[in-house]
């Protein structure tokens, strides 16, 4: 284990990797939480821990008496992320960097007693996933985890497609994220994301400029949109992911090559995933094929191990001159998610802490599988079925 031949001289370890570690998060710093649990090895470290990390830093501003001046959060967001209600956001000042805006969110939503719920589903903070072991190695799945997982990843599957089959112009994404609640449900599942660091829907909708981590909201999609659905489902006691980005009504002709050109992009990820391969290998296959397009790749967001724990090791990076480290093995199980920007590869976060959009305000696509190693090559577990809606053109022979 890394470490424990050399201790740091000031004795912290990378909450991500265990490393020894120099960094710390400056939010952390702020907010002067423990540095135990603030300490990282590398940017990249901090970067890719970011989404799980930063319940730590609302975890602090929920239980401190005084949380009016805590930083980029508004006030009202830490209300409607605490209490679970609606809200109506009045626009905080924030340098809008395209048009789309937030919208009304809807209360959360309820989940039967009978469905088995992740740790986070009362309280909004995973408890095991961040302090596991799985952060820094890499699960060689069972047979039976394996068959759990495929089971998994046919409901969310099929979860996705129902919610692909409502989008049109009219409907809001609010909608999107009940039905993806209601099917999640009705097939015995939990929606993975409710809840997790207090996130307040059961999927995310990204639309135009959003890379990632849109909140469903009650903004109708209008004609020329473009907007991603990213679905996981935890049942039988495995996380399943994945996403897919589709067109409402008629998208001009750079918007469609940019989501055609992200549909390929993991294609060829997929491609060369095989016991071997190393991590690293997969973002240049990713940038290579996104920059032959003229466009850029995200880098805040990566692709990750998933199990039993819904982020895990391995963390993929999708873009070129990556530090991933590793190689892939049989009967590991990692998603591989880019997104893909039509302008500049930077991002910035909404005031709610979640809507990660591009800085220019140019449009991002992104597709995302659940993948297993096997011993020639690779399973996609949340493939496309028989079943599955006819969107996207260019699977038309
Ligand atoms: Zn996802
Ligand atoms: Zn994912």
Redesign the pocket.
Known sequence: MAGDSDVPENNLFCVNCAKPANLQCPKCMNLKLPRAGSAFCSQECFKSSWSSHKSVHLKAKLSSPDTQNSGSLSEGWLYCLKSGQAWTPKLPYFDWTGSLRPSPISKKQIVPDHIDKPDWADDGIPKIEPNSVLQYTVEVKTPYQIERMRETCHIAREVLDAAARIIQPGVTTDEIDRVVHETTIAAGGYPSPLNYNFFPKSCCTSVNEVICHGIPDARKLEDGDIVNV?V?VYYKGVHA?LNETYFVGNVDEESCQLVKCTYECLEKAISIVKPGVRFREIGEVISRHASMSGFSVARSYC??G?GELF?CAPNIPHYARNKAVGVIKAGQTF?I?PMINAGVWRDRMWPDGWTDVTTDGKRSAQF?HTLLVTDTGVEVLTGRLQTSPNVFPWLNS
């Open positions: 990213d996981s992911d692709g990750h998933i982020h998603t998610e995302e």
